[in-house]
């Protein structure tokens, strides 16, 4: 699994724009079931916190989200809102972890 993510992560591009939308991850609402990691077709989500009880979803490459969505979709417990602040959103992922 590892291995095949990982051959994704070298043939995936960067989008020439910036997406419309941005998920907003909840990590106090994430139950850690990695659906939205599956969906993601840049593979821009990964776990973190697996030493905690309940790791949770956080992306962690977004200058590669294309805002699609499918990781808000995937959800079942709504912890991932899509928002318009795309810029908010990508500096919260690029400076602040989880629970910060
Ligand atoms: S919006 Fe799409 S590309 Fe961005 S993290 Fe979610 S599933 Fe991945
Ligand atoms: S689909 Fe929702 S509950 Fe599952 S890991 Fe992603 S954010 Fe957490």
Known sequence: MNAMINSEKKTRKKPKKLPKQFPWFMPFMC???GDCIDVCPNSCVEMFGL???VPVAWVVDPDY???CGKCSDACIVSAVQMTAYVDKAIERYKTK???Q
Do not use: S
């Open 65 to 67: 989200c294309i805002g």
């Open 31 to 33: 139950e850690g079931c």
């Open 97 to 99: 972890k989880p629970f």
């Open 51 to 53: 030493d905690r009880k």
